[in-house]
Every structure is written in structure tokens, then in C-alpha cells.
């Protein structure tokens, strides 16, 4: 149970690094906005 809770809170971090990596890529590309696209489809595959 412990390993689970451990997992799920691993997975809700790296989540979040994810979403304010591309929001920072986002503020500094803003005129390219296919490529933040691009790398959030890449990482969700």
C-alpha cells in the first residue's frame, strides 16, 4: 500500500514539472507554438 502511495505521488510530481516545463517553453516560444504542441504530444506517447 505504502509503494502505491509512494508511486502515485512520484507520478503526480513528475506531472507537474511536466506542466510548468511546458508553460515555460510556452512564455518563452510563444511564436512558435507548434513546437511546445509537438513536445507535449511526444511526451504523452
Do not use: Y
Not at 511536466?18 to 504523452?44: C, G
Amino acid at each position: 500500500m505504502s509503494i502505491m502511495q509512494i508511486f502515485i505521488f512520484v507520478e503526480i510530481f513528475l506531472f507537474m514539472a511536466v506542466v510548468l516545463w511546458v508553460k515555460n517553453l510556452n512564455s518563452k516560444q510563444s511564436r512558435q507554438p507548434s513546437l511546445s504542441k509537438k513536445t507535449i504530444r511526444d511526451l504523452k506517447f
